[in-house]
């Protein structure tokens, strides 16, 4: 086991505490942002969004927006040269809506103007009619017969299944039966950063476009064919990432397509930057789910039966729902042996806010339910939730869900074993069901755990390319088709180069993605970035070293094979040269000095008629703890201690690595206690971080975090994915925590006081918070 | 109107129109825009900047509010080798991710220092309960800010 710092490293910068590459950019506040990009000249965009979830638009006029000074553009949908919308999965999205606004995030004009405060007083001049539409706000509702339509073809946007054995014969197989149902919130991403674009009329008639994005690809796309434009014609550059963890994906398209739009036509720059309001209108969240989880148990605590039928809320598109609930679909039954399966999900779409990939992507809601779960069937069979788990947890060998045979070292109970042993699980769960009931405040302590599949699995083309140029200098410059969105990707990947090549870390800058410059590398999901970004960046420096060695054994004197690249130089036995004369020399001799570096992923199938296949090319697990105390006069949750532990494969970056899981802690207590973003009949009932709770600094408690390394034969030097699974389990373990302290089981997220203490949420008023404040004012 | 302020220790004489936001006039008409904006309400300190010394959120200030007062922006403290041991700190421990939030988190790091050597983890927390970090979870930041104060320290003995 690797505690914190992995022990007999054979490597001189992998699995080491090294600094971010671009921490002193961040530090000195030098870093570019979106909105910290400006050219002189430039413009300033804004947006009309509909103040309907649903309706029909009867007449748009611009004529006064037009006629007010220092206006240079107002556009609707009928000045689109090309596609109207956009979408990767279901290109349904509107730029600008004509016909119908499906929710109060679309746009239905936009301006640019000579400063931000005439753009906002276009954007009032502008009228529109609309003539309301009945409003479907709840998906199971949604995908009834009689529901309005929220799209022509039907509210289902989505339906996967798993089937294993026959689910009769499990039911028959058990000793017991439960049922129960179990509710996730929808949450934002809350990147720090809002949206920010500019983009610039090129010189070759196109246009480059500058901000916030994460998948530059698919954006890319989007904006040439809105434009009529051919792919060569749009750059997109990502700008220094302010947080993303899914939020700044394709659906960035739009504000893309839109600042894209006002350039070509006005001729000059045009700089949008949302403001928080805007942000939490527009973009995407997280799906809330309702899940009903049936489930059969032998006498001896094995799993025979899992019946799971799920309602996602997809909102008013489709933007990445299909692959979201593929995922869950795929790990519904939680990390467990369950010989009879049948697992239904549903997505509908409906006119609240559309939901799309967050951190986790399909995997924190179905964790909550399954994990909640397992300590409910403990709590009835009288074991205890370690023991419970520990009887069906996978192991080498197990077939998933799916079908699939796991063929790699399965550290499921090993992670298990670490948190509990670590924590004094049992010790502290038992004398907890036995608190003193004069005092209010009453501890509780929780497990969780889960496997996740590494990368994209079937759900889409996974590869990635890296391209690395040495410099006479014995400098290098490093680029990726994937991007950093403040996870530490540059770090990473420039970790690998550095290994490989023998440089210095400090010797490379690497540059933030340009679609000009690498080829396309699908999006950066799926804590798939180390995976295969860092196999790509091995790739590419072998390329490049198999080509460089040959000069250096010539001017060693020596065979290839026994060259030692390390710390800036090359070495034979005693002689040595640096590897800026190498490089200096070859670039002499004409030999290149840069290479490109291609990963594809290892091959995964899929059956959707039946939910069976390989599914993911391999998997990652782990566990978390969490103890708290709860006050049971107010139903208020403190989490006073939190431990989690990995199998990453291996750490490629410890401080990096501590990092994501420290903050997928944060995040995961956020949903478990916090946030929740509410909406009424497809109206957000909040706009700002004043009603949107975050957590603070001081909510966080002490958390220790364990690696294991499993090594994976698949990754780079055996590194799998940690940004994903450090967040999807810290919320069931403050819920099992919670149910510990009070004994008393809460089934919906968050725990809030009212959940806690009552059991149930108290409806709030229409109007509360801002809402109430605007109505008190007229 | 015409208002004269320090800024980042250079005197500054500057025609204000009636109504501009202290931080529309450092990232729009200055380029100081490593001062950041996240939800300009108040609520997640990503636009802290010291007036006179004390941390406030340039999103909720008037720019006329500063004539005849000190600001110093995160520019100013990178280029203030007193506070080198605060940048060292976040960026050797790994306290920035994204990095959206570091800026105003230095800044009131920085004021925190300048008033108290020694602070607790406690005092550390308190100081930065203004600044919102969806990325890091704060541990690390805890961690940079206790580094740097022990640096201080042992300079001074
Ligand atoms: S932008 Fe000022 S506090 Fe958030
Ligand atoms: S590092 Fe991203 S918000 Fe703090």
New interface residues.
Partial sequence: MAKENPQGNKFNVIGKASPRVDAIDKVTGRARYGADHSRTGQLYGAVLNSPYPHAIIKSINTERARALDGIRAVLTHADIPGAKSFGGIVPHQMVLCSGKVRYVGDAVAIVAAETPELADKAIELIEVEYSPCPVVSDPEQALSPSSPLVHEDGNLCAHHKVRKGDIETGFKNSDFVIEHEYTTQKVEHAYIEPEAVLAEPGENGGVTITGSVQNLYSIRRAVASVLNLPLNRVRVIQATLGGSFGGKDEAMSAICCRAALLALTTGRPVKMVNTREQSMRESYKRHPYKMRYKVGVSNDGILQAMEIKIIADAGAYAATSQFVTWRSVVQATGPYVVPHVKTDIYAAYTNNCYTGAMRGFGSPQICFAVESLMDELAAQLGLDPFEMRLRNTLKDGSITATGQKLTHRVTLDEALRNVTSAGGFKAKWLANREQDSASPIKKGIGISCSYRGVSLGAEGADAAGVGISLQTDGSAVVTCGLVDMGQGAATTISLVVAEELGLSSDKIVFLNADTTVMPDSGPTVASRTSFMAGNAARVGSTILKDRIAPVAADMLKCKASALVFCHDFISAGSSRITLAQLAAECFRRGISLSAHGWYKSPKTTWREEDGTGDAYFTFVYGANLAEVEVDIHTGRVIVTKFISCHDVGKVLNINGAKGQVYGGVAMGMGYALLEAYAEEDGQPKLGNFDEYLLPTICDMPQTEVIFLEGDDPLGPYGAKALGEPANEIAAPAIANAVANATGRRVRELPLTLERVLLGKNLIPGRERGSAMAKGAES | MKVRFKLNGKFVMLDLPGVERLIDLL??RL???????????G??G?CTVLLDGKPVCSCLMLASQIAGHEIV???GV?ADNRYAHI?NA?????A????????GM?VSAAALLARNRHPSDNE???A??G????????????EAVSRAAERVAQERK
């Fill in positions: 990232r729009e380029d100081l825009v490593g001062t950041k904006e996240g939800c300009g309400k609520e997640c990503a922006t995160i520019e990178a940048l976040f960026e050797e421990t790994g920035v991710q994204c990095g959206y939030c570091s800026p230095i550390i927390k308190r930065l309960a600044n919102l970090c969806r990325c890091t979870g704060y541990s690390k930041i805890i």
